[in-house]
């Protein structure tokens, strides 16, 4: 998938910081440096603290790195003016870790998956975008009539297909997904991969999919990134990377795996 | 007698736009030994958590509930505040499904770890916060010691998580509910954790509730599998006859659903 | 439907008590407008420090001041005086502090320190000190105890919101409110100030109670509204002298203040509980 077309992301020598409390600094990303061409799905895995979400918040431009740089679409991210970065922002959307925390408590989910339409350029119509909000609530598993309900009467999955929606309804070419489908039962979690493969598809679309689910990644992800302790160890074509890891953590990570083989066949 | 008996348990929630009443978990009964543990799965939105928040006696306000629910020989339905205060901590814990709704966003996470062992564990301050040092240790938290002082919002999703999972394990409750304990773990760290809970289920005979959406955590812990879809319990055995030969369409659908990864593994070690 | 309103009546008792002494307040305060029962005005020396009833009900509920006027009367119009400055002074305060506050969240580096320092300086203030200085100016008055009070309240909520829209701030939602475009305005009045909302009622409750207590602080120093029209602090002020002649002159006013504080207190107080976010996950 990734052919020698011009990357939609480049990711150059990121780096970030935190300070910790007592003094200390923590380097939560250290030299990543990563490409995704227009509509591959780029997986990425790792240690949890490892520095996957700090990524995806500066890929975004809602973090700033301590050093390095984003492009996007040869542009680069952190010099683009506040006006042209809005602009863009309908381009590329995030879906949270965090979905319960992603949506604003007060705003009913209508409101909530409606709100990055104002991106759009064309000015939409209230019945315009009431209808887009039902098709996309159907996308993801839901009924149009729950537009209506708050965020505390969904259940966690239910939560995550809220943010899922909001982040697809701009058609955004670009998309990463932090665990978008972590708090989803197998049956939804395979209708919102179909949904994913059908958007790269017919529209093109391109992600950067985090999950510590390998059965996911190896759904979805054409290459797969694998990091620890804010470092990008491997990266490669997915089966390659989990036929034949060339790192040992990888190959920790791949041992560690819960699977079934182990159950017997009742007697 | 069990330690956790649930008897025809229904929560229904009253529709604000009309007087129509869903009923979100129906009927649900089951029954639980200490030293046992019981994997729950189910679609999402099935009422897991909301099953879970009811023994815990936590329900959201606007929540109805009928049937019975004894913990320890107790009735939980209907028991005042006080009655189940002294039954959280000690008698159940449970991990919540999403961290965040559970930790206080202005409080450091050592303090929160260590407050329930102040308040119900009668430990004096300087036991508790060595407790919960030990505790962070203990879930894996990488440099435990200086992390202590961290707010939630400088920690992620799986530190989070594990915060939330020692706030749990600190007052060892004899009944843990662990709902979707590990979706923002790592498989190492993950398998850590599981390994955790399994020792204390196995040395401790504590009882643990397993909520989770992948197969292969719930088929390497959980003897026994609990089925739920749109609140109707759908099965109720062996997690090896519940996977190898369900009995209703849903499971069939979900194993239908494995990534392909899983399902070679389920069938590999077919004969 | 009983037994869910007994249920909320014993968890919420604060707030119900709250809720019955200001309402009652309230409603004797917007009575007196239509009617009261003598005029609080109309002097009648031969009934001069009657107590209550003393001469059957000529000597009115709550007995008579020393020019012979109706204290139940002076208290109902009192009242209407009380809240308004209260109101008044709370809605100046409320709203430029809460402007301050959210500003201030919103922009942490210099324009927030500046704001705080700004804030510490309303701060040093006292209201009884810009009350004597702006009476100076504009002479004493309702509007100069609606100012005054209303400046002083001014860093009061602007910390509470601060602190507030700060801790809304470092949620994912508005994180994701700048994925779809939002500036630093909308994000402040679309999320911030809806979800801290609760803390500003809670605030304004308990401010409002400061209020009354600092309004009729600053009419028994005479900074407060001018006579003939009557007011608890002044009533108070005018009771020393006959403290041991007529000590009913000196309770009334004392008490109906002291109602009114405890009365916004528990609602402030109840409110507060009601939504304090970790008793919420506890139900
Ligand atoms: N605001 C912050 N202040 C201080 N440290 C932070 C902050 N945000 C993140 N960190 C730290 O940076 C590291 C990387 O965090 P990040 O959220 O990117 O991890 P992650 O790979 O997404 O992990 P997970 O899989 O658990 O979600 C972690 O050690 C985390 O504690
Ligand atoms: N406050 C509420 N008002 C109305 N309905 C609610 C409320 N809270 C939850 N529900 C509904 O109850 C049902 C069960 O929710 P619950 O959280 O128990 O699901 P779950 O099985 O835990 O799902 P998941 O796996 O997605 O977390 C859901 O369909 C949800 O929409
Ligand atoms: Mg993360
Ligand atoms: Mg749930």
């Known amino acids: 998938m990734s052919g020698n077309r011009a990357p939609l992301v480049e990711v150059i020598g990121l780096s970030r910081r935190y300070a910790l409390p007592g003094g200390r600094n923590l380097q939560a990303l250290d030299n990543v440096s990563l490409s995704v061409a227009p509509g591959e799905i780029l997986g990425i895995v790792g240690e949890s603290g490892c520095g996957k979400s700090t990524l995806a918040r500066i890929v975004m431009a809602l973090d700033r790195p301590t050093s390095g740089n984003v492009l996007l679409e040869g542009d680069d991210l952190f010099a683009l003016s506040p006006r042209e970065l809005a602009r863009r922002r309908r381009n590329f959307q995030m879906i949270f870790q965090d979905p319960y925390g992603s949506l604003d408590p007060r705003m009913s989910v209508a409101r909530i998956i409606a709100e990055p339409l104002r991106l759009l350029p064309e000015r939409l119509s209230r019945a315009e975008k009431a209808k887009r909000v039902a098709a996309m609530l159907e996308d993801v598993g839901l009924r149009a009539e729950d537009g209506a309900r708050f965020p505390h009467e969904f259940s966690g999955g239910q939560r995550q297909r809220i943010a899922i929606a909001r982040a697809l309804i701009t058609r955004p070419k670009l998309v990463v997904a932090d665990e978008a489908t972590s708090a989803l039962d197998l049956t939804v979690q395979a209708q919102i991969l179909r949904l994913l493969r059908d958007l790269r598809a017919r529209h093109g679309l391109t992600m950067l999919f985090i999950s510590h689910n390998l059965g996911v990644i190896e759904e979805i992800a054409d290459r797969v990134g694998v990091m620890q302790a804010g470092r990008l160890l491997e990266i490669g074509p997915t089966a390659a990377v989990m036929e034949n890891p060339r790192e040992e953590y990888t190959r920790r990570l791949l041992a560690a795996e819960p699977t079934l083989d182990f159950l017997e066949q009742p007697a | 007698m069990s330690l956790l008996a649930v008897n025809n348990l229904t929560i229904t929630f009253r529709n604000r736009r009309s007087t129509a009443e869903t009923a979100v978990v129906k009927a649900v009964s089951f029954s639980l030994e200490a030293g046992e543990t019981l994997g729950i799965v189910g679609e999402s939105g099935s009422g897991k958590s909301m099953l879970s928040l009811a023994i815990m006696g936590l329900l959201p306000g606007d929540a109805r509930l009928s049937g019975s629910i004894r913990l320890g020989g107790q009735e939980v339905v209907g028991a005042s505040d006080r009655a189940l205060d002294a039954l959280r901590g000690r008698e159940a814990g449970m991990i919540f499904q999403e961290p965040m709704t559970a930790l206080n966003p202005a409080m450091t996470v050592g303090a929160q770890i260590a407050e329930g062992l102040c308040l119900r564990g009668g430990l004096s301050r300087a036991d508790a916060n060595a407790e919960a040092l030990a505790l962070m240790e203990q879930v894996r938290l990488p440099e435990a010691r200086r992390r202590f002082a961290s707010y939630p919002h400088e920690m992620s999703g799986g530190q989070r998580q594990r915060v939330g999972i020692a706030i749990a394990l600190a007052l060892k409750p004899r009944l843990l509910i662990a709902d979707e304990p590990t979706t923002a773990l790592d498989v190492t760290v993950q398998k850590d954790i599981l390994d955790i809970l399994d020792e204390l289920v196995r040395e401790r005979a504590m009882a643990l509730i397993l909520i989770s959406h992948d197969l292969g955590v719930i088929a390497r812990s959980a003897a026994r599998t609990l089925v739920m879809y749109r609140g109707d319990m759908m099965e109720d055995g062996p997690t090896v006859q519940v996977l190898r030969q369900p009995q209703s369409d849903y499971t069939r659908q979900l194993i239908a659903a494995l990534p392909r990864r899983s399902r070679r593994s389920l069938e590999g070690a077919a004969p | ?283």
């Open chain 3, 1 to 283: 439907m009983r037994a869910g309103m007994m249920r909320w009546l014993r968890d919420n008792k604060a707030l119900a008590a709250g809720l019955v002494i200001t309402v009652s307040i309230v409603v004797l305060a917007l009575l007196s407008l239509f009617w009261v029962p003598m005029s609080p005005t109309k002097m009648n020396i031969a009934q001069k420090l009657k107590g209550p009833l003393e001469n059957g009900f000529s000597s009115g509920l709550l007995g008579k001041d020393h020019f012979g006027r109706d204290i139940a009367s002076m208290l109902m119009v009192g009242a209407r005086y009380s809240l308004t400055v209260a109101l008044a002074s709370v809605a100046i305060g409320a709203m430029i502090g809460t402007a301050l506050g959210v500003t201030a969240a919103a922009r942490p580096g210099f324009t927030g320190a500046a704001l705080g320092r700004l804030n510490d300086a309303i701060f040093a203030l006292p209201p009884i000190l810009s009350a004597i200085m702006l009476g100076a100016l504009m002479g004493p008055g309702t509007t100069t105890a609606i100012l005054a009070i209303g400046t002083f309240m001014i860093p009061v909520f602007a910390r509470v919101t601060r602190g507030a829209a700060m801790q809304v701030r470092a949620r994912d939602y508005i994180l994701a409110a700048r994925m779809a475009g939002e500036g630093e305005v909308t994000i402040t009045l679309l999320h911030v100030i809806p979800n801290i909302a609760s803390q500003i009622i809670v605030q304004v409750a308990i401010q409002l109670a400061m209020a009354i207590l600092t309004e009729a602080g600053l009419s028994f120093l005479g900074l407060g509204t001018p006579p003939p029209a009557p007011s608890w602090g002044r009533m108070l002020a005018d009771s020393q002298t006959y403290l041991l002649k007529a000590p009913h002159m000196a309770l009334a006013p004392g008490l109906a203040i002291a109602l009114a504080v405890l009365g916004f207190n528990l609602l402030g107080d109840g409110l507060s509980r009601l939504i304090d976010p970790r008793r919420r996950i506890e139900r």
